[in-house]
């Protein structure tokens, strides 16, 4: 059975640029959940999406957002981006809104020059 | 303000020489407590999650137990391949909302 998937897995952006970063969940799984994880910080939640709805999300910007498609993979968008949006992005998913047991992808890492 | 502290930061143990992993929080209330591996440059791994004050759960090395301010997770003779750093979070009642702490990073000599 397939992991969780994220692509790209490196993407190196300019400043003021934006980022897509996508996720496909484990087949059955309808929560979809993003993390940032920056050096020293540890994992920061961002977004949580269930059954194509936003549920939860974190304490960052407007300009961090997403969405889930109909076959509940699902797209971190990052706006007018900072340099210190470098880190890596981390999408788990879960069999329901419960989030119970969740499974990570590898991540996308984001570096913003 | 809803805190989740793991100590220490980073511990190295001889290979067999037992130790343990702690996870304090402060949260106004806890719906569920949940330990993580995270290997360099890969996703956390899911462990455990701890629901109640008394609960714990094992597998392999590890155990994980849970009171009503912390948690630990045991590790019993452990080996160079439980090297990782390991993640605690808890899931808020009021919001859902999940916050993870820093990690202690482990390292087993052999």
């Known amino acids: 059975e397939a992991g969780v998937t994220q692509s790209p897995t490196h993407l190196i952006k300019t400043r003021g640029q934006q980022a897509t970063l996508r996720c496909s969940p484990i087949?059955?799984?309808?929560?979809v959940y993003w993390y940032q994880q920056a050096l020293g910080l540890g994992l920061q939640f961002l977004l949580w999406?269930?059954?194509?709805?936003?549920?939860n999300r974190g304490n960052f910007p407007p300009r961090f957002s997403g969405r889930q498609f109909p076959n509940y993979s699902s797209e971190l968008n990052v706006n007018a981006l900072e340099l210190e949006d470098s880190a890596l992005y981390l999408c788990?998913?879960?069999?329901?809104?419960?989030?119970?047991?969740?499974?990570f992808g590898q991540g996308t890492r984001l570096t913003v020059v | 303000e809803d805190q989740v502290t793991q100590s220490p930061e980073a511990l190295r143990l001889q290979e067999g020489e037992s130790s343990s992993l702690n996870c304090s929080y402060t949260?106004?209330?806890?719906?569920?407590l949940f330990w993580y591996r995270q290997d360099p440059g890969k996703g956390p791994e899911f462990l455990f999650t701890?629901?109640?004050a008394g609960e714990e759960k094992e597998k392999e090395r590890l155990k994980a137990t849970l009171t009503k301010k912390e948690s630990f997770l045991h590790i019993t003779a452990p080996k160079p391949e439980d090297s990782a750093t390991y993640l605690c979070?808890?899931?808020?009642?009021?919001?859902?909302?999940?916050?993870f702490g820093k990690g202690t990073r482990l390292h087993i000599l052999p």
């Open positions: 788990a998913s879960s069999l329901s809104a419960w989030y119970g047991q969740a499974f």
């Open positions: 087949s059955g799984h309808t929560s």
């Open positions: 999406y269930d059954e194509g709805e936003e549920r």
């Open positions: 949260v106004s209330g806890l719906r569920g």
């Open positions: 701890l629901y109640s």
């Open positions: 979070a808890v899931l808020l009642n009021r919001d859902d909302k999940i916050i």
